[in-house]
Each structure stands twice: as structure tokens, then as C-alpha cells.
């Protein structure tokens, strides 16, 4: 059992709760995520890792309500316990395995939307702690779905947040932060952006027209979290892959965003998932170790 230290709502339908994962703690790094499962017949959850201390042994995450599952788990309290908690899953962020000399040479933006906050905060933290000051764009629909604000201005080289309405920061799109940060003479040598599909759609069509290299985190489409169920099958430069098992991070420029966010509208239904896998075959999910 993986107990919970503290639990809390950050905003509206939006919870955060850190858990006691040894095993987890010692060995992740930015950009992995765990699977939770509240009891034994309960649903897997992917989620991606917000935070992490390998002396307390724990690990933070931060959810949405979505459906049936994630609202059961938002009325779980500090105390209660997971039945599973494993990870850390899917690949590490790249940087962390560069050459930090190298690294320190490089400009890097971080574009955060809503929830994409909470996965964008440990590698800015990361980064942080090796003397790398990122500027990161944090975008969000209104100032009450803002999270995570005073963490990121305490790690971020500039913060600069966005909100759809303007009823907080800048007024607009996380997209014109971006087309202004470049106006006024910033140079970018690789952006990430993680937060919803379209999101990370439109900031990959603008950055390749900026010419910065782009990486996203294909999160908000796992399912299953082990590529057996094939809902994350996404083509990154004319190649299937799965976000669970060869990403969840991926060259921006690369993927087809369309074919992805068409994948998970028909993904929802049962007929949908039927007509999926009759259409792709022994291609429908990668956890077998042998598609191609």
C-alpha cells in the first residue's frame, strides 16, 4: 500500500496529493509518470510526475477529474493509501542525459497549459538545480484554473502567464507569448510544450515557422499506460508510435496531431475502440514488443 501524505484541491476539480513511493522516488526523473490503482479491481491511472523527493521517499502528483475513476480518487484524504503505485514509466526528458556544459549553452522556453503545468514544473525544478534558468509560458483559461504559479516563479529564469479571458497576466494565447517573447529579441535554441493536444498542436506550427525544435508530452492521450491497449498510437514522422512505451515526450514537429486527437474521439466509444483495432491489426498496440 502507497499511502498519501497530503492531499489538497489546487482549484477547481483540479487535486494534488503527494505518496509515499520509495522505490518510485530513488529512480524517476522529469518526464516519467506512475500508474495508480486505488484498490484491486480498480481502474489504471496514468499520470505524469509533478514532483518528487528521493530523501522523503515520495512523489507528487496532480490530476484531473476526467471521469468515474479520477473523481473516487479526488475524495481519497491524506492517510488513505493506494492499493499500486508503479513507476517511474516511459522515457526520462532528454536533457537529463545531455552533457550539462552543453546544456547550460542552450536558451530553453517551457509552455505550460492548464494541467501540462504539473509534468512542465519538475524539469524547470531540474534544470533549476543544475544552474539552467529556463523562461517558461504558463497559460491557462482563467486565473482560478491557474496552478502551480508560486512553484514554477521560484524555479522558472522568467515567468510569464497567459490567460485565455485576461482576467490574470497577459490576455490571449500561450501561442502570442511566444510571437512576442521572439519580437522583442529572445532567441530560443528548444521549446517543450505539454498541456492539450491542441495546444501543443498550435505551438508546434508556430515554432517550426520559428525554426526553435520543439518537444511535447503525448500524456493526455495514455490510457492503459503499457501500450496494450492502443489508445496513445500516434505517427511521429510517418512511424507508429506509443506515448506510454516510447515517449510520452516526442519531436513536436514530427507528430501528426490531427490523426492523434481524431484517434481519441473515436477512442471513447466502444465501437470506436472495436473499429480500431479491426482496422489496424497486429499494429494496434505496441506492448507486444514486435510492431514495427
Not at 486505488?38 to 496514468?46: C, K, L, S
Not at 530553453?108 to 492548464?114: I, K, Q, T
Not at 483559461?141 to 497567459?162: H, P, Q, R, W
Amino acid at each position: 500500500m502507497y499511502k498519501i501524505l497530503n492531499a489538497k484541491e489546487l482549484t477547481t476539480n483540479i487535486y494534488q496529493m503527494e505518496v509515499e513511493a520509495k522505490r518510485v522516488a530513488k529512480s524517476c526523473n522529469p518526464g516519467q509518470f506512475i500508474i495508480a490503482r486505488m484498490d484491486a479491481d480498480g481502474e489504471r491511472i496514468p499520470l505524469t510526475i509533478c514532483d518528487y523527493d528521493r530523501e522523503k521517499g515520495t512523489i507528487t502528483i496532480v490530476f484531473q477529474i476526467v471521469g468515474a475513476s479520477t473523481q473516487k480518487m479526488a475524495a481519497l484524504k491524506a492517510g488513505d493509501s493506494f492499493h499500486d503505485f508503479v513507476g517511474p514509466l516511459g522515457c526520462a526528458s532528454e536533457f537529463v542525459s545531455e552533457d550539462l556544459e552543453e546544456l547550460k549553452k542552450k536558451k530553453m522556453l517551457f509552455v505550460a497549459g492548464g494541467v501540462g503545468t504539473a509534468p512542465v514544473y519538475p524539469q524547470v525544478k531540474w534544470l533549476h538545480e543544475h544552474g539552467i534558468a529556463a523562461d517558461v509560458i504558463v497559460g491557462s483559461k482563467t486565473k482560478d484554473l491557474l496552478i502551480l504559479e508560486k512553484e514554477m516563479e521560484a524555479v522558472a529564469g522568467n515567468l510569464y502567464v497567459t490567460t485565455d479571458d485576461g482576467s490574470y497576466g497577459r490576455s490571449g494565447m500561450v501561442t502570442q507569448v511566444i510571437k512576442d517573447l521572439v519580437a522583442e529579441g529572445n532567441h530560443y535554441d528548444v521549446c517543450v510544450a505539454i498541456g492539450p493536444m491542441i495546444m501543443m498542436k498550435f505551438v508546434c506550427l508556430l515554432t517550426k515557422e520559428l525554426e526553435i525544435p520543439t518537444i511535447v508530452s503525448l500524456n493526455p492521450i495514455m490510457v492503459d499506460g503499457t501500450g496494450m491497449c492502443g489508445a496513445c498510437r500516434v505517427t511521429v514522422g510517418g512511424k507508429v508510435k506509443f506515448a506510454c512505451v516510447d515517449g510520452p515526450e516526442f519531436d513536436g514537429h514530427q507528430v501528426d496531431f490531427d490523426e492523434a486527437m481524431q484517434r481519441q474521439q473515436i477512442y471513447k466509444t466502444k465501437e470506436g475502440r472495436d473499429f480500431l483495432k479491426a482496422k489496424e491489426g497486429d499494429t494496434h498496440h505496441g506492448g507486444c514488443g514486435n510492431c514495427q
